[in-house]
T-cell receptor, first 113, second 115 residues
Framework: GENVEQHPSTLSVQEGDSAVIKCTYSDSASNYFPWYKQELGKGPQLIIDIRSNVGEKKDQRIAVTLNKTAKHFSLHITETQPEDSAVYFCAASQHSGYSTLTFGKGTMLLVSP | DSGVTQTPKHLITATGQRVTLRCSPRSGDLSVYWYQQSLDQGLQFLIQYYNGEERAKGNILERFSAQQFPDLHSELNLSSLELGDSALYFC??????????????FGPGTRLTVL
């Protein structure tokens, strides 16, 4: 089955800095890669996703890049703000069939004012 | 607010007991997924139901079972509880029948503590 590794497990940055979280996956058939943000006491919430026919996707201060050859994808947050502090999860799955999401173990991002 | 509701929010029980966790999906969603979140294992997929039928199974223990009712709400039953079952349990829903590209909307979770 799919295995997703996520690094780092914790990340501390100053407000305004950029933050990068990296994930690798094992199943070359995976072609859908979402990122979830989980705030304290809440469930994970989708913030951005990318499919394998796209190399990069941006949404305001958030971007995700995908390298299918190397089987890794990354989340980039620019101009970080204290409200970005949360746990971020990457995940991978196949687009079709009964494939389900396999999650990385999460990155706790702390943005200090 | 994702539109997915879960009850109860917190549950404290003793080893050997049985509990039931409830999930109501977003209006119109037919699929419900159950996940277990623990500090060391992260988010682990347990089981998925689509329109009342089991669709996919993950690392769900035999002591655990689930079902989805005609009104589409789902229940996760945990029996013969052990200390290691203490975790956050999330359900998520999607409009589709599966296939990983469906956006999953997560509920707020149920925190289970087994003493």
């Amino acid at each position: 089955g799919e295995n997703v590794e996520q690094h780092p497990s914790t990340l501390s940055v100053q407000e305004g800095d950029s933050a990068v979280i990296k994930c690798t996956y094992s199943d070359s058939a995976s072609n859908y890669f979402p990122w979830y943000k989980q705030e304290l006491g809440k469930g994970p919430q989708l913030i951005i996703d990318i499919r394998s026919n796209v190399g990069e996707k941006k949404d305001q201060r958030i971007a995700v890049t995908l390298n299918k050859t190397a089987k890794h994808f990354s989340l980039h947050i620019t101009e970080t703000q204290p409200e970005d502090s949360a746990v971020y999860f990457c995940a991978a799955s196949q687009h079709s069939g009964y494939s389900t999401l396999t999650f990385g173990k999460g990155t706790m991002l702390l943005v200090s004012p | 607010d994702s539109g997915v509701t879960q009850t109860p929010k917190h549950l404290i029980t003793a080893t050997g007991q049985r509990v039931t966790l409830r999930c109501s999906p977003r209006s119109g969603d037919l699929s419900v997924y159950w996940y277990q979140q623990s500090l060391d294992q992260g988010l682990q997929f347990l089981i998925q139901y689509y329109n009342g039928e089991e669709r996919a199974k993950g690392n769900i223990l035999e002591r655990f079972s689930a079902q989805q009712f005609p009104d589409l709400h789902s229940e996760l039953n945990l029996s013969s509880l052990e200390l290691g079952d203490s975790a956050l349990y999330f359900c998520a829903s999607t409009s589709g029948q599966g296939g990983g590209a469906d956006t999953q909307y997560f509920g707020p979770g149920t925190r289970l503590t087994v003493l």
